[in-house]
């Protein structure tokens, strides 16, 4: 999968990168109800893009470099919006959260919904009123957790029922959220109050509220669950939070000018991948030194927002807000080897795996 991935986006290069990507566009009234073909030795995973001004989902093969189908999620693209993402542990599925550009009213499509990755069709609703942001999956794959932005909550579903398992305060403006991999903790941030807030799942309870930096936006747990990330858009940082104390131990500063927000945290090496939209960079950051490696800005889309990584850590893939696409980067030369045209305001982007 890696050296065809690859070998494609080098081929690309080649060519030019100025390909136009070949749609296969799915009806808004009935989805396809087949998987996009898969050739023998072609990609065993699909990367999911959720463009905020189409109102739709991209769908993207990583051996051809290029939108293979795209799943509706409204039919008011401008007022619906789908923003953050997540995958189920097995990959098979995605979680979006779905709201609109006007959180003071609830409205029936404040909503999570999951797209099955072998059909493309979207198999689950869930309610979340209160303009839900972001979402986040148990490590066992059962529940779904939310950050809801108009009440200044966080909340917990049961996937297999819809049922409402937890509701609880947190800071204004509720953005981040994530499960860390002992399923222990759910840490939801929030964006007017500079806080991140952290629920206890045993025990179902708020245990505090950590001061981080300015405007934080999402969270990510390091694979041990020792530590969190937490990105701050207005302040250029990233806080680093010991999950044993829940305690902000080290700051890294990216710069004012950074405007960090989505992380992808290697599965391989300690370091982290930082989407900065103000610089159009993605930051490579060592944690254990606390230092910036590098920054990758050749060939960079236009504010990168959403950011995600395979299983493997081979490629990032960059969600590019402003220039419409998707950037690929290989982690080994740390350098964008391909970009690929996708929807309207891409926001997050997540790694599906196609069931083999």
């Not at 050296?3 to 136009?20: I, N, S």
């Not at 470099?65 to 919006?81: K, Q």
């Not at 542990?89 to 990755?117: A, C, L, Q």
Request: aromatic share 6%; proline share 5%.
């Amino acid at each position: 999968m890696k050296k065809a991935a690859r070998a494609f986006a080098r081929r690309r290069q080649t060519w030019g990168v100025g390909l136009l990507a070949s749609t296969a566009i799915v009806s808004a009234v009935a989805l396809s109800t087949s998987a996009p073909a898969q050739e023998e030795g072609g990609a065993d995973y699909l990367v999911y893009v959720a463009n905020e001004y189409n109102a739709d989902i991209s769908v993207i093969d990583p051996d051809l470099g290029e939108v293979i189908a795209t799943i509706p999620i409204s039919g008011r693209p401008g007022d619906v919006r789908p923003r953050g993402m997540a995958v189920s542990p097995d990959g098979h599925t995605i979680y979006v959260s779905i709201s609109d550009f006007n959180p003071e009213f609830e409205t029936p499509e404040d909503k999570i919904v999951g797209i099955d990755v072998e059909t493309n069709e979207v198999v689950l609703e869930l309610r979340a009123g209160g303009n839900p942001e972001r979402v986040a999956i148990s490590p066992d794959g059962t529940e779904v957790w939310a950050s809801l932005e108009a009440l200044a909550r966080g909340a917990g579903y049961d996937i297999a029922t819809g049922t409402e398992i937890a509701n609880f305060v947190v800071g204004v403006e509720a953005e981040g959220v994530a499960v860390s991999p002992d399923g222990r903790w759910v840490y939801v941030t929030a964006e007017a109050t500079h806080t991140t807030t952290v629920w206890d799942r045993e025990n179902m309870e708020v245990v505090t509220h950590i001061l981080v930096g300015n405007r934080p936006r999402v969270v990510e747990f390091s694979p041990d669950g020792a530590y969190a990330y937490v990105s701050a858009e207005i302040g250029g940082t990233i806080s680093v939070i010991d999950t044993s104390t829940h305690a902000v131990v080290e700051t890294i500063n990216l710069g004012l000018d950074s405007r960090p927000v989505e992380i992808a945290v290697d599965p391989n090496e300690p370091r982290i991948f930082v989407a900065g939209g103000g610089t159009s960079a993605v930051y490579v950051v060592n944690v254990e030194t606390y230092e910036v490696d590098t920054v990758i800005r050749e060939q960079m889309g236009r504010r990168p927002w959403g950011i995600t990584i395979t299983g493997d850590g081979s490629l990032v893939y960059t969600a590019n807000g402003l220039s419409d696409s998707i950037s690929v980067i290989d982690t080994d030369c740390l350098c964008v080897i391909d970009n690929i045209q996708g929807g309207r305001g891409p926001h997050s982007a997540q790694i599906g795996v196609v069931p083999q």
